[in-house]
């Protein structure tokens, strides 16, 4: 390619890497051989020489759930913006075994860091431990050792502005259905519902756990509608559960939000288009991944380590009664949290 440019080795391995010093007319001459020699850069090779590559590897402790996959989407999608390509593994049992060996793999491929999705605690753990060395950031909302650099939506504060809202509009038996046990999401939500009830002088006794699927929204609305002091508001961790909750309330001839107020969490594609309109709390999860592949970046970059939480905006429609102008629906950005 250089023969055909007539310029150097060096010349072409400098436009090849965008590096500035390169003058207009002699880039030009690189790029025309390049595009008349259809020539591809071989990153095996040049991962080979430089003992780096342009590959993240990206883990993820769950791929079925729409929390974890919109952002390995998101991920993927900043990664290749960047220059970076991805190379992703789920875990199936979240295993220490299993993580590490996820982990090797990555170190084996010389990929540049590594971003890991973490759900639960057994597979933040094993993450944590499994550590190789490479640049590594957390995606997570789960406590993190403060030498790892991590990002993840403002849970509690989703939530908090949820229940908030709720008892701002009256309400006194307000219910929360909770997502598993063992999922971090699910446990920061719930602890920002209950937080927020004893707050406001309420008893935050009304829980029950759901699997994230609409049919556990289903299902709990029916231990709920079969008690005489039911509650007159439920805040749903996710949109799915509350989706099942909604047509439960329909069924028992219960007005929403006259009889039952509703709030979920996610604002997925089509909530809006429930019936009534479903209020509830965005995820910004491209807002995600640009963080997390910019806090990967600084790691590459030998950069401190820094942990940043994602707001989460409240979107208020017809299903808690509340005026539209109570939205806090803003444009999401990433933030260090607060020290405590």
Not at 43 to 51: F, I, P, V
Not at 101 to 112: G, I, L, R, T
Request: with cysteine; aromatic share 4%; charged share 15%.
């Amino acid at each position: 390619m250089a023969a055909a440019a007539g310029v150097s080795h060096q010349t072409v391995s400098r436009v090849l890497n965008d590096h500035p010093s390169v003058a207009p007319r002699t880039r030009a001459k690189v790029e025309d051989a390049i595009a008349s020699l259809h020539y591809r850069r071989n990153s095996a090779a040049r991962a080979l020489a430089t003992g780096t590559s342009r590959v993240v590897g990206v883990l993820v402790s769950s791929t079925t759930l729409s929390g974890p996959a919109n952002s390995l989407l998101a991920i993927e999608q900043t990664a290749r913006d960047q220059g970076y390509w991805v190379s992703m593994a789920s875990l199936r049992s979240q295993t220490a075994t299993e993580v590490a060996a996820v982990m090797s793999q990555f170190a084996d491929q010389q990929v540049a860091g590594i971003i890991a999705i973490a759900q639960t605690q057994v597979a933040l753990d094993a993450i944590v431990a499994a550590a190789t060395g490479l640049p590594a950031v957390l995606v997570t909302s789960g406590e993190v050792p403060a030498t790892w650099p991590a990002v993840d939506i403002d849970q509690r504060q989703g939530a908090t502005a949820a229940v908030d809202l709720l008892i701002g509009l009256g309400h006194r038996r307000i219910a929360h259905l909770a997502g598993p046990s063992d999922d971090l999401h699910a446990r920061r939500r719930r602890e920002a519902w209950a937080a927020a009830l004893v707050r406001a002088g309420l008893i935050a006794a009304d829980c029950l756990d759901g699997d994230w699927s609409a049919a556990s929204g289903y299902q709990a609305a029916g231990s709920w509608l079969a008690r005489p002091d039911r509650p007159t508001a439920v805040f749903a961790a996710n949109d799915r559960m509350a989706l099942g909750l909604l047509r439960a309330l329909h069924e028992a001839h219960l007005a929403v939000p006259r009889d039952c107020s509703v709030v979920g969490f996610d604002d997925l594609e089509g909530s809006d288009c429930a019936v009534p309109p479903l209020t509830t709390v965005r995820q910004d999860h491209a807002g995600l991944g640009v963080a997390a592949m910019n806090l990967l970046r600084e790691a590459i970059a030998g950069q401190p380590p820094r942990q940043l939480l994602i707001e989460a905006p409240l979107v208020v429609r017809t299903s808690t009664g509340a005026p539209d102008h109570l939205s806090s629906e803003v444009g999401s950005s990433p933030r260090t949290p607060a020290a405590g």
